[in-house]
């Protein structure tokens, strides 16, 4: 769901020979000329799956495209609103059982459940997004200028990416949380709020991934010849060293993608997320629920925490088949347990 | 998850040769924790200062705008925040974390209090990680690639994916509204609190003392309560323990030696079980140390679902409060508290396998 964001940075594109020809990871078979849709990253790893990791990638492919769906035309799914208490029929039960009129039924408050779960999916793919974007960005503008620069910034911000990296994420998220809004905020400003709380705790990741290929970079040929022939620092790290050093991040994005979503459903949880009429948040419907489980009502709990499961779910699979196709060691040693038919149609997919 | 798989091979930085012992290792290790400390409390402490102070946050609607003034002067918020950093940190070295605002407790005695609580939840938590997922690793690494090990996969997904409050309410609706095998919530039961806290010399940690009176109804009940609880945050750790079982196994069934032993004639089972298991469970420790930040993370949400008295539970009651004070305080006090424990498992690693060491 949110791979494609970066589509322009993580595929290799071959502008410019000196970058390409050095390339390190890229085999004899990506430097094939294809049509460029088929390089892209999901694409590209899809079309050389086969077997059961075809079929997790695609598994996990529909389910994003389900919840993608269901956020970008909730308006639409939705019986009622997200804060809708009553219709032209009066005000809604409280804690109804599921019935022909409200299908998950209703929930402490008279919400109607089905329609809070699908207005949460669009909190929860906003929310996501944004962080995604917002820590690839300032992670790789880090990475690359403390990788490349080295010296006391880069010992700084290794120590700071370190000590953060070893703190439990979510409560620095609710520090943040508290920074930022004071624990309580509308649509716009919550999910702002919650985004960049994530992605606090998400920017040494990258950070650190991208630092450690720039300082391999730093001294590979290319970079070097770059430098003796007069480049300035800049154009070195934007048309040299970005484009190698972004090879990985798919991966890393589609696991901090599902982070992301636990980690607002944990913040919505505590009551840090997004107010409940201002938006519907999963976390915050399941935290009501916890509650009505005592006297046996299911129905508020279940079907938000579902989705939770389900789209975290159905990201890992995208990242994990990502993980495992780029993974020779993951990949390959497949083959031979393989029936030999098997093994060649696996060979003329990659082909 | 990618934590899990980049963190595997310790050895690479310790190439030096000759270079300090065990001993030099452990103290570098140990001043390591002081920058990291530093760090984390300044950044707690300047994120929660940066929009305002904590008694307006709390009470300030409540008050004028002269009474807030004298507060604020009164707690010294009024000073510049480079003045008020400085005493903190100050205050921090000489174990001073503060006093919360809402009820005024030393937040040096609330981690007395509720850590305890924290302690035997993740200790129980840890017992269940282990027990499910290295067993369930072994047997996905043994049948790689079949049935098994898919489903085991996605078993291990879904331990991942599964929020633990989730889960919290999964078990709890299954298990004790409707079977009724277990309690709904709470380290024990009140009369069996009551006559615990009585106890002389009461250590907090429910199960020790409920052992130490030898009564049979005690210590079910303690352990009745810990079940669900222990098996909600277990599981989210369980998923990690099997991941990387599987993985290194499979990694260290490819290694020379074990080819050698299976050009030998030794079969697959024995290779696995004599050769290729021990080796594969020292990332495991390694990785437990970052593990130990997610379970207080998942502690924290795990508590506040089955109304668990610990310091995650605390540290919800305070949010809700608005009790920034509290808050920043527990937050510090889990920094100094990651930090010791990622420390104590970097030794134990350096202990287990001399390459670590540099």
Excluded at chain 1, 334 to 341: E, G, I
Aim: hydrophobic share 50%; aromatic share 10%.
């Amino acid at each position: 769901m949110s791979v494609p964001t970066d589509d322009h940075s993580s595929v290799p594109e071959p502008v410019e020979s000196s970058a390409s020809d050095t390339d390190p990871v890229a085999t004899g078979q990506a430097r094939q000329r294809e049509p460029r849709w088929k390089r892209l990253p999901v694409v590209w790893q899809l079309r050389r799956s086969t077997g059961l990791q075809r079929g997790m990638l695609i598994a996990g492919m529909v389910l994003c495209a389900v919840f993608l769906i269901a956020a970008v035309f909730a308006p639409l799914i939705a019986p009622y609103g997200f804060n809708q208490l009553s219709d032209a029929g009066g005000n809604f039960p409280r804690q109804g059982a599921p019935s022909a009129q409200f299908w998950w039924g209703t929930t402490v408050g008279g919400y109607d459940v089905f329609s809070r779960v699908v207005w949460g999916a669009q909190t929860a793919v906003l929310t996501v997004v944004l962080a995604v974007v917002l820590s690839i960005f300032l992670g790789i503008a880090l990475g690359l200028i403390s990788g490349y620069l080295g010296g006391w910034l880069d010992r700084i911000l290794v120590t700071i990416a370190d000590a953060i990296y070893a703190f439990p994420s979510l409560l620095l998220a609710i520090v943040v949380s508290i920074m930022i809004s004071g624990g309580e905020s509308g649509f716009i400003s919550g999910i702002l709020a919650a985004a960049i709380s994530i992605t606090v705790v998400f920017v040494p990741q990258y950070f650190r991934v991208v630092r450690a290929e720039t300082v391999r970079l730093k001294a590979e040929p290319f970079v070097e010849s770059a430098r003796v022939l007069g480049a300035s620092t800049p154009r070195i790290l934007s048309r040299h060293v970005l484009r190698n050093a972004t090879r990985s991040l798919p991966l890393i994005i589609t696991l901090n993608a599902s982070e992301a979503i636990l980690t607002l459903a944990g913040l919505g949880f505590l009551g840090f997320g997004i107010n409940p009429t201002a938006a519907s948040e999963w976390g915050y419907d399941l935290n009501r629920a916890i509650s009505d489980v005592a006297g046996g009502i299911w129905w508020t709990g279940v079907f938000p925490g579902a989705a939770i499961v389900l789209l975290v779910l159905g990201i890992t699979l995208v990242g994990e088949s990502l993980n495992d196709l780029s993974d020779p060691r993951l990949r390959i040693r497949r083959r031979p347990k393989r029936v030999p038919r098997r093994t060649a149609t696996a060979m003329k997919g990659a082909a | 998850m990618t934590v899990a798989d980049t963190a595997t091979p310790p050895a690479a930085a310790g190439k030096k040769s000759g270079g300090g012992g065990l001993g030099r290792y452990i103290l570098v290790r140990f001043l390591l924790i002081i920058p990291t400390v530093f760090i984390l409390v300044t950044l707690v402490f300047f994120l929660m200062r940066v929009v305002g102070d904590p008694i307006s946050a709390s009470v300030g609607g409540r008050l004028t705008p002269d009474q807030l003034a004298a507060r604020l002067a009164e707690a010294g918020y009024d000073r510049p925040v480079l003045v008020q950093y400085f005493e903190y940190i100050g205050q921090i070295f000489t174990g001073d974390f503060g006093r919360t605002l809402t009820d005024n407790r030393e937040i040096s005695e609330i981690l007395v209090t509720y850590g305890t609580g924290t302690l035997e939840l993740v200790i129980y938590s840890l017992i269940v990680a282990l027990a499910v997922g290295i067993p369930l690793g072994r047997f996905a690494a043994y049948r790689r690639d079949q049935i098994p090990d898919a489903l085991l996969r996605i078993f291990a997904i879904l331990c991942y994916a599964t929020p633990v409050f989730f889960a919290a309410l999964l078990l709890k609706l299954v298990f004790s509204v409707w079977l009724g095998w277990f309690p709904l919530g709470g380290r024990a039961s009140t009369s069996t609190q009551l006559v615990l806290d009585r106890i002389s010399g009461s250590t907090g940690i429910n199960i020790i003392d409920a052992l130490r009176t030898g009564r049979w109804d005690l210590i079910s009940d303690v352990l009745a309560h810990a079940v669900l609880p222990a098996v909600a945050l277990g599981l989210l750790t369980a998923g990690v323990f099997l991941r990387l079982v599987r993985t290194n196994l499979i990694g260290t069934l490819s290694m020379d030696y074990v080819d050698a032993a299976r050009s030998r004639g030794v079969r697959e089972g024995r290779l696995l079980r004599k050769h290729a298991y021990k080796p594969a469970l020292i990332p495991i420790i390694t990785v437990m140390g970052m593990q130990i930040a997610l379970m207080l993370g998942g502690a924290i949400l795990t508590e506040t679902a089955f109304g668990w008295r610990g310091l995650g539970f605390q540290l919800a009651q305070y949010l809700g409060a608005r009790d920034f004070v509290a808050v920043q305080g527990i937050v510090a006090l889990l920094a100094v508290i990651v930090a010791l424990t990622n420390f104590a498992v970097d030794v134990l690693a350096a202990l287990i396998d001399p390459r670590v060491r540099y």
